[in-house]
Each structure stands twice: as C-alpha cells, then as structure tokens.
T-cell receptor, first 114, second 112 residues
Framework: DADVTQTPRNRITKTGKRIMLECSQT?????MYWYRQDPGLGLRLIYY???????NKGEISDGYSVSRQAQAKFSLSLESAIPNQTALYFC?????????????FGEGSRLTVL | SQKIEQNSEALNIQEGKTATLTCNYT??????LQWYRQDPGRGPVFLLL???NEKEKRKERLKVTFDTTLKQSLFHITASQPADSATYLC???????????WGAGTKLIIKP
C-alpha cells in the first residue's frame, strides 16, 4: 500500500460544484502539504499544516480551503470550482525533523473543471 | 523577483553517456536545494538534497553540485540508462522560511 494515498485519482466536475480531495498517510509525519501542478509551471503550494491544530496558507490559497481531521488526514476543498482550477493536485508529507527536508508525495489527483 | 529556472526543453542523451541538468535561481538566499524525479502520472520522488555550504553530493550514479556564487545547481546522471528517462525537478528552500520553491522541471530522454 502507498504511504501517501490520494482520492479520487481523477475527477471531472462542472463549474460551481464543491469538490473535496482527500489525502491520508501512514508515515506518521506531522507535516502535510497540498500542491498544484500545471504544465510548464513548478509545483505551487496551496496550504500546509504542521500539526492537527495548525493550518497555513500557501502561495495560492484563494478559492481553496483545507481541513486537518487527524494527523494522518488532510483534505483540500474547492468550494465553488472554476475552470482555472483544472490541474494536477498533490498531497505531500514531511517528517518534523528537518534532517533531510524530504517530501513524500501521493500519486496525485487530476481535477478537470468544465 | 524570486525565480527558479530549469531548461524547459527536453534533454536527449545517448544511453551510457552522462546527463547534466541545470537549475538556476535568482534573488534567493538558499538553505538547501533538492532534486526530485517525476514519472508521467506519478508524484515526485526525492533523490538528493544539498545544503548551501556543500559543494557536491553523490548517490550511486547521481551527483549534485551547488554553486551559490553562480546561483546554480547541476544534476548529473552518469552511465545513463533508458530507465532514467523522466522529468527532474529542482526545489529550493530559502533560509528565511524553509518553504520549497519549485522549478518547472526538465524532461530527460535516454535513447538506447
């Protein structure tokens, strides 16, 4: 089983719909991140959380919200999806110890907003 | 403004040769830089980290250099194999907040 699991892997929705992308991890890491990836652009940080009670906005948080339900679960919501939110979304985890700063990524959730 | 740039054109290399990828940055004071590999439809996978006070790091056939004067990191794969074909991403953590800023990646194609 994957250490970082994202659901759904693919989703097609319509403008104005509410969408939730879910991420769960078995690595026991405190830090979790949501990124989006668009062709020709680097990964951009949407939100991050360093523990269950900590939520922080990233570079492009407008139009998104998150919930850290438990150490292992971090969900990303699009309250009213719009076409320019069509992208590949990645959840990632990181150990609190910053010996390596290594991020562990899920397989991605491809979202298409029509 | 802060930028991190990788060559957007795919790099075609003959099997067995050394592949060299470049990551340039501007207006950052880096704490460390990371390289990741990404295969189509998959999440990035961590390869190497190099800190700002390190010149070179090696792992098996991989070598990373970091020149803070030139503001550049080079990523080398020696004795390249078709299985090395993938997109390689660099990511830089500034010493102000340690959040990673990502390059768009370079696609590497190793031809048999």
């Amino acid at each position: 089983d994957a250490d970082v699991t994202q659901t759904p892997r693919n989703r097609i929705t319509k403008t104005g719909k509410r969408i939730m992308l879910e991420c769960s991890q078995t690595k026991g890491h405190d830090r979790m991140y949501w990124y989006r990836q668009d062709p020709g652009l680097g990964l951009r940080l949407i939100y991050y959380s360093f523990d269950v009670k900590d939520i922080n906005k990233g570079e492009i948080s407008d139009g998104y919200s998150v919930s850290r339900q438990a150490q292992a679960k971090f969900s990303l919501s699009l309250e009213s999806a719009i076409p320019n939110q069509t992208a590949l979304y990645f959840c990632a985890t990181e150990s609190e110890g910053r010996l390596t700063g290594e991020l562990f990524f899920g397989e991605g959730s491809r979202l298409t907003v029509l | 403004s802060q930028k991190i740039e990788q060559n957007s054109e795919a790099l075609n290399i003959q099997e067995g040769k050394t592949a060299t990828l470049t990551c340039n940055y501007t207006n950052y004071s880096p704490a460390y830089l990371q390289w990741y590999r990404q295969d189509p439809g998959r999440g990035p996978v961590f390869l190497l980290l190099i800190r700002e006070n390190e010149k070179e790091k090696r792992k098996e056939r991989l070598k990373v250099t970091f020149d803070t004067t030139l503001k550049q990191s080079l990523f080398h794969i020696t004795a390249s194999q078709p299985a090395d074909s993938a997109t390689y991403l660099c990511a830089l953590a500034s010493d102000s907040n340690y959040q990673l800023i990502w390059g768009a990646g370079t696609k590497l194609i190793i031809k048999p």
